[in-house]
């Protein structure tokens, strides 16, 4: 992976003016992890980048995603079958008291 911070500053600053960008390395070896964090002055650059089907960056098609806080998960692609197991055991529940 051979993107470095002012490729990254060049792509995204098309959309929006860029805080800063950190592209995250090992901690042993120092090369990169293969993944970086683009702040953006406003929230709706965030939203303009987000809505842009495709990014490629030196020639590479890259997965843009909105970070998350460490330790806040992303909404489940599981969530509706959750939830119907919450209302099938809930069901249930209500199947037994009677």
């Given at each position: 992976?051979q993107?470095t911070?002012?490729?990254?500053?060049?792509?995204?600053?098309?959309y929006?003016?860029v805080?800063?960008?950190?592209?995250?390395?090992?901690?042993v070896?120092g090369d990169?992890r293969?993944f970086?964090?683009?702040?953006?002055?406003?929230?709706?650059?965030?939203d303009?980048v987000?809505?842009?089907p495709?990014h490629e960056?030196?020639?590479?098609?890259?997965?843009?995603?909105?970070?998350?806080?460490?330790g806040?998960?992303p909404p489940?692609?599981?969530?509706?079958?959750?939830q119907q197991?919450?209302?099938n055991?809930?069901?249930?529940?209500?199947n037994?008291?009677?």
């Amino acid at each position: 992976w051979q993107t470095t911070e002012e490729s990254l500053r060049y792509h995204f600053e098309q959309y929006g003016p860029v805080v800063s960008v950190e592209v995250m390395r090992d901690r042993v070896t120092g090369d990169p992890r293969g993944f970086a964090f683009v702040v953006f002055t406003k929230e709706e650059t965030v939203d303009l980048v987000m809505s842009e089907p495709r990014h490629e960056i030196n020639h590479k098609v890259v997965d843009v995603k909105r970070a998350q806080a460490r330790g806040v998960a992303p909404p489940s692609i599981h969530q509706n079958r959750h939830q119907q197991q919450q209302h099938n055991n809930n069901n249930n529940n209500n199947n037994n008291n009677n």
